[in-house]
């Protein structure tokens, strides 16, 4: 079975803190995609990570990608409250019309 | 660069009356585009791919006579929700692919359906 699970799903720390959310998915995929969802808005890109070994970083985050172990991480360093949000990861189905399985989203609270 | 557009933003609705939903890639051809439907709390619930001039694949479960999707150019497609009732209530997101290696998908902003 095709699966996405991201871990946690629920997360509420202080600002200032590091944390990291993790991404395992259970198919063969070399893609893996980032997205910010802000409540009752659509999806922002965040990442898009294409190859094993891809780290890339916008500001206060930072995503990689380990296709071996089929695992993404998005890492929030130094968290502010302004990265409260939901997040989604999505992994691109080989021969699939181009279709992404996407995690459930972890929600993230940043308290002042 | 790749901006999507989605009209309505939001639509309230008598039941049993149709409500279409449009989708454009404003500034990239789009050679597929997706429609999402997602609850409250939960994630996205892909409902079709639509490639342009072909028929749309609808996901299991979902009713494709319900669900009209119209993809007539490499710029703009349509969601209608037909006889909508108040279980089609929802957060319909569309988005476009790119046609590039990096096969990235661009959201549209939503259009939030309410059927009374």
């Known amino acids: 079975e095709l699966k996405v699970e991201q871990n946690p799903l629920f997360l509420s720390m202080q600002e200032g803190k590091n944390y990291t959310i993790y991404c395992n998915y259970s198919?063969?995929?070399?893609?893996l995609y980032w997205y910010r969802q802000d409540p009752g808005k659509s999806l922002e890109s965040l990442f898009v990570?294409?190859?094993n070994g891809a780290v890339k970083q916008e500001g206060r985050l930072m995503a990689s990608l380990d296709t071996k172990a089929r695992l993404s991480t998005l890492h929030i360093t130094a968290a502010v409250h302004d990265l409260s949000a939901t997040y989604f990861c999505?992994?691109?189905?080989?021969?699939?019309?181009?279709?992404?399985?996407w995690g459930a989203g972890t929600k993230l609270i940043i308290k002042p | 660069g790749a901006v999507v557009s989605q009209h309505p933003s939001w639509v309230i609705c008598k039941s049993g009356t149709s409500v279409k939903i449009e989708c454009r890639s404003l500034d990239f051809q789009a050679t597929t585009m997706f429609w999402y439907r997602q609850f409250p709390k939960q994630s996205l619930m892909l409902m079709a791919t639509s490639n342009e001039g072909s028929k749309a694949t609808y996901e299991q479960g979902v009713e494709k006579d319900k669900f009209l999707i119209n993809h007539a150019s490499l710029t703009l497609s349509t969601l209608t929700v037909t006889s909508a009732h108040p279980e089609d209530s929802s957060f319909y997101i569309c988005?476009?692919?790119?046609?590039?290696?990096?096969?990235?998908?661009?959201f549209g902003p939503g259009t939030r359906l309410t059927v009374l």
């Open positions: 198919t063969t995929s070399d893609r």
């Open positions: 990570l294409l190859s």
């Open positions: 988005s476009a692919r790119q046609g590039n290696t990096y096969n990235e998908q661009f």
């Open positions: 999505a992994v691109d189905i080989p021969d699939s019309n181009y279709q992404l399985i």
